[in-house]
């Protein structure tokens, strides 16, 4: 009877002991592995969605800036007698420019900036108080009454409205897309993880025509800049941007096509 009794008392022995480990860990070791698994999938994802809301950004800010390249208002520069027109800054013969080194990109870009002050009485403004580069002041009819300066004071008379103009340079260096504004200061970071950045241009037949005429072209020649009538964009992004096809992510590919606004039918 005693004997009955001590077996029942004995418990588990080191080989149940051991058995009872080796599955814990194995179960341990699998809701790990999950774990792991669900946490990478999370994190490839994220950047995923990171380089779409990138991409997003980056369209939709390139857009809106390029349609309203060469837009200075009321302003035809080319209807400007040939005096006021020759006295303006050199750039804005060419509100698209583009300069390509080894590893560094430019694309430059001028527009006016959306205002619409109208004075009734005499004063003074600069390009600073409207954060551009340059600053016209024209009643809009006359187009021997042009005044333009690019950080001096100027006169503004009734009926007046001052245009700014400002120059936005985006240069992609570095595996990054960054920003500029009015020639000056550093440039900020827009986006990072570029893997290439490509820029054409759709050149119409003669300064002069309306539709595009050929195929896109990579490099602007002297000249170039009045046959401008769409720029094309497309861009790659990637976790690894030196190698994208080491990175975890597929690469991601973007592309479009804008018209300049003041330049098409």
């Excluded at 050929?214 to 976790?239: C, F, H, M, T």
């Amino acid at each position: 009877m005693n004997r009955w009794g001590n077996a029942q008392a004995r418990g588990f022995g080191l080989i149940e002991l051991l058995i009872a480990l080796a599955l814990g860990l194995v179960l341990v070791l699998g809701v790990v592995q999950v774990f792991v698994g669900s946490k990478q999938t999370f994190v490839l994802q994220r950047t995923a969605a990171g380089f779409n809301e990138d991409a997003r950004y980056l369209a939709s800010r390139l857009s809106r800036e390029l349609r309203m390249v060469g837009m200075f208002g009321c302003l035809d520069l080319n209807r400007l007698p040939a005096g006021i027109r020759n006295a303006l800054p050199a750039e804005l013969a060419a509100p698209v420019g583009y300069t390509t080194t080894t590893g560094v990109s430019i694309l430059s870009l001028i527009s006016a900036v959306p205002n619409h002050e109208r004075f009734t009485a005499p004063g003074t403004r600069r390009p600073a108080d409207y954060r551009a580069r340059w600053l016209i002041a024209t009643n809009c009819r006359d187009t021997h009454d042009l005044r333009i300066s690019d950080g001096a004071p100027i006169a503004v008379r009734p009926g007046d409205v001052v245009i700014p103009l400002r120059q936005l340079e985006y240069r992609f260096r570095r595996h990054g897309i960054q920003l500029r504004s009015n020639g000056a200061g550093h440039f900020q970071s827009l986006i990072d993880n570029v893997a290439q950045l490509e820029v054409s241009f759709g050149l119409a037949a003669t300064a002069t025509g309306r539709e595009v005429s050929g195929s896109y072209v990579s490099a602007l020649a002297a000249g170039d800049g009045p046959r401008i009538r769409s720029v094309k964009l497309r861009w790659q992004l990637s976790d690894t941007p030196s190698a994208p096809s080491a990175g975890k992510v597929r690469v991601h590919e973007f592309q479009q096509a804008v018209a300049l606004r003041n330049r098409i039918n």
